[in-house]
């Protein structure tokens, strides 16, 4: 499996952007998958930004971004798209694209947000809010 990253940049508080992750070795149609975004700023943790679980067909947002950040899949494409808008200044950090293959039932926000449950991760994209 591997995970390729692309959308990131710098923009002003209030701007949008949109981050792509597109994924090989394995077929949205054909496959159960939770897959989506986490974010690193610096001196801090990973920490879960949003997911998108196919088993289920939910997806699931951090306090943070909560009404700001869409999370969205393309089936013809194999790519996850993170749109985020109303960018702050602590949306600044690095942000990574992980997945995880199999069948999440019944699984917590939460849980589904922990980086340690993700065995696939992305590069990496450097998203930078200024004022």
């Known amino acids: 499996v591997q995970l390729v990253e692309s959308g990131g940049g710098s923009v002003q508080v209030g701007g949008s952007l949109t981050l792509s992750c597109t994924a090989s070795?394995?077929?949205?149609?054909?496959?159960?998958?939770?897959m989506g975004w986490f974010r690193q700023a610096p001196g801090k943790e990973r920490e879960g930004v949003s997911i998108?679980?196919?088993?289920?067909?939910?997806?699931y947002y951090s306090d943070s971004v909560k009404g700001r950040f869409t999370i969205s899949s393309d089936d013809a494409t194999n790519t996850i798209y993170l749109q985020m808008d109303s960018l702050k200044l602590e949306d600044t950090a690095v942000y990574y694209c992980?997945?995880?293959?199999?069948?999440?039932?019944?699984?917590?926000?939460?849980?589904?947000?922990?980086?340690?449950?993700?065995?696939?991760w992305g590069q990496g994209t450097q998203v930078t809010v200024s004022s």
């Open positions: 992980a997945a995880f293959l199999g069948l999440h039932i019944g699984v917590g926000r939460q849980a589904m947000l922990q980086p340690g449950r993700y065995r696939h």
């Open positions: 070795g394995f077929t949205f149609d054909d496959a159960n998958y939770a």
């Open positions: 998108f679980n196919s088993g289920e067909s939910r997806r």
